[in-house]
């Protein structure tokens, strides 16, 4: 089994910022991308940054330029650096994994417990 873990949530104002980790932990052999997911209160879950295993990143048209998504291979952990953050980012936020647990079995996607983001205006 495969577990991943955010850290980093909070409370902070406009304009702040916060950083997001998330580790996997458990039967990990190898994780192809990582993501970060967010969802507000009575809004569906929608995709914030992704990263593949060799480095290139996608972000939602409401992140760029203000969050920067990094991951360490080698510690199977993913960033979420958040900066200028506003109300409107607030939200839980998912961290998400395509993980391998061995050279033979298939890629299974998991999920995170998620983490509580709530910017004050």
């Known amino acids: 089994q495969v577990q991943l873990v955010e850290s980093g949530g909070g409370l902070v104002q406009t304009g702040e910022s916060l950083r997001l980790s998330c580790a996997a932990s458990?039967?990990?052999?190898?994780?192809?991308?990582m993501a970060w997911y967010l969802q507000a209160p009575g809004k569906q879950r929608e995709l914030v940054a992704r990263?593949?295993?060799?480095?290139?990143?996608n972000y939602a048209d409401s992140v760029k330029g203000r969050f920067t998504i990094s991951r360490d291979n080698a510690k199977n952990m993913v960033y979420l650096q958040m900066n200028s953050l506003k109300p409107e980012d607030t939200a839980v936020y998912y961290c998400?994994?395509?993980?391998?647990?061995?050279?033979?079995?298939?890629?299974?996607?998991?999920w995170g417990q998620g983490t509580q983001v709530t910017v004050s205006s």
């Open positions: 990263i593949v295993s060799g480095g290139s990143t």
């Open positions: 998400n994994a395509d993980v391998s647990s061995s050279s033979w079995s298939r890629v299974r996607n998991y």
């Open positions: 458990g039967r990990v052999f190898s994780i192809d991308a």
